[in-house]
């Protein structure tokens, strides 16, 4: 069966600190991930989306970046947080062209102080 | 222009039926898909519907009518871990190369009452 880990769980970091928030998943080949952030009360937003390796389209324009060094591994990043990044950090994958069944990790909830 | 509208909140009976609704606006639909998602948890998946209809997975079902831009959420039977916020999320065709891209509406937050 297929799991997706996502860590640190929680997190609390400085502004102007960097980020790095890893996910993996298994039990699965060249599945779709995704990185999504929801606000507090708040719908999902979609940040990053991946299809394969290297291949990384982003969704809103921010501080943020992602990466896919390996084909279950979305890493997301970031140089310099802002107080506006906090929030709730959500990573999910589906099989391929199957974008409307997606699988969520446990979270990152994230405090920029 | 491109909507996705959902009532934020619901209360509900333990034992009765609570429909949530999803009306959308949108070009090249291909379909609803439905999520749970308990307070501090992640969304877990319920359902999808491409076809109008109902599609029942044991208390959940799904609804969608294309011609009508609308769908729906029915949970029969209900229980105290219920209680939690339900997104659907539509699934549409992004410009000419056959891409597609999924857009999550903001939830309703369903309360089930003893």
């Known amino acids: 069966s297929q799991t997706i880990h996502q860590w640190p769980a929680t997190l609390v970091q400085p502004v102007g600190s960097p980020l790095s928030l890893e996910c993996t998943v298994e039990?699965?080949?060249?599945?779709?991930l995704y990185w999504y952030r929801q606000a507090a009360g708040r719908g999902l937003q979609l940040l990053f989306y991946s299809v394969g390796i290297g291949q990384i389209s982003s969704e809103v324009p921010q501080n943020l970046s992602a990466s896919r060094p390996q084909d279950r591994q979305f890493i997301l990043s970031s140089k310099k947080l802002l107080l506006s990044d906090s929030g709730f950090y959500l990573c999910a994958w589906s099989p391929p062209n199957q974008d409307y069944e997606q699988y969520f990790g446990p979270g990152t909830r994230l405090t920029v102080t | 222009g491109q909507s996705l509208e959902q009532p934020s909140e619901v209360t509900a009976v333990e034992g009765a039926i609570v429909q949530m609704n999803c009306t959308y606006q949108t070009s090249g639909f291909y379909g609803l898909s439905w999520y749970q998602q308990h307070d501090g948890g992640a969304p877990t998946f319920l359902s999808y519907?491409?076809?109008?209809g109902l599609e029942e997975t044991g208390r959940f079902s799904s609804f969608l009518s294309r011609s009508d831009s609308y769908g729906y959420l029915l949970l029969q039977e209900l229980q105290m871990k219920d209680s939690a916020s339900y997104f659907c999320?539509?699934?549409?065709?992004?410009?000419?190369?056959?891409?597609?891209?999924?857009?999550f509406g903001t939830g309703t937050k369903l309360q089930v009452i003893p």
């Open positions: 999320a539509v699934r549409r065709r992004v410009g000419s190369g056959g891409y597609q891209k999924v857009t």
């Open positions: 519907n491409a076809l109008d």
């Open positions: 039990g699965t080949s060249n599945p779709n």
